[in-house]
């Protein structure tokens, strides 16, 4: 069984261009979750998706960022304008309904701003 | 909001060590999840606990979740070099997120 995937693993880009990262999650999970690990610093939460909807999005730092999961499927999260300290590495995890459950996470994409 | 903190940040041992780590909190979660994140790699998980007091091990890996839900340790016994990593933490209350601890550091000198 695949596993979460993410789209690209690097990307680098100029200041003020726009980028969109890809997850696809787990077959059958409907919980995706995008996180942020910035620095060096702890894995920060963004988003949380449950199918098709934001349960909640209280991580998402500003509005150049956008999430969407249209039809419940793969996920994107576009970062228009980038600026230099949205660099760092964004995590997609996916889990199954229910509280007893793990999240499963992507291998990450590194993206750089210069 | 939630914050998680683990301790040591970064440890050194000598192959064949045991290892211990822990993750604290200021509030309660249901679940506590470890993870070993590799240079370039997404985390991936070692082992889950649901349940207060719950002791779980896979392999050389050993986990327990506190009976106060408000931490957890990560054992790992004579060590390897390829335990080398991040673990981070991370604790959820109602299966809405999670929050990650900043992960501790671990270093295994041959």
């Known amino acids: 069984e695949a596993g979460v995937t993410q789209f690209p693993s690097h990307s680098v880009i100029e200041k003020g261009q726009t980028v969109t990262l890809r997850c696809d999650p787990i077959s059958g999970h409907d919980n995706l979750y995008w996180y942020r690990r910035v620095m060096g610093k702890e894995i920060k939460f963004l988003l949380h998706?449950?199918?098709?909807?934001?349960?909640?999005e209280s991580g998402m730092p500003n509005n150049r960022f956008l999430a969407e999961r249209t039809g419940g499927t793969y996920s994107t999260l576009k970062v228009q304008p980038a600026e230099l300290e949205d660099s760092g590495v964004y995590f997609c995890?996916?889990?199954?309904?229910?509280?007893?459950?793990?999240?499963?996470f992507g291998q990450g994409t590194r993206l750089t701003v210069v | 909001g939630q914050q998680l903190n683990q301790s040591p940040q970064s440890m050194f041992i000598q192959e064949g060590e045991d290892v211990s780590m822990n993750c604290t909190s200021s509030?309660?979660?249901?679940?506590w999840l470890w993870y070993k994140q590799d240079p370039g790699e997404g985390p991936v998980l070692l082992i889950a606990?649901?349940?207060?007091?719950e002791l779980t091990s896979n392999g050389r890996l050993t986990a327990q979740f506190g009976i106060t839900r408000k931490d957890s340790f990560l054992n790992i016994s004579a060590s390897i070099p390829s335990d080398v990593g991040i673990y981070f933490c991370?604790?959820?209350?109602?299966?809405?997120?999670?929050?990650f601890g900043p992960g501790t550091r671990l270093s295994v000198l041959p």
């Open positions: 998706f449950v199918k098709e909807s934001k349960q909640d």
């Open positions: 509030s309660i979660f249901n679940t």
């Open positions: 995890a996916s889990s199954l309904t229910g509280r007893n459950t793990e999240a499963f």
């Open positions: 606990l649901y349940k207060a007091g």
């Open positions: 991370a604790g959820d209350l109602y299966g809405q997120n999670f929050v």
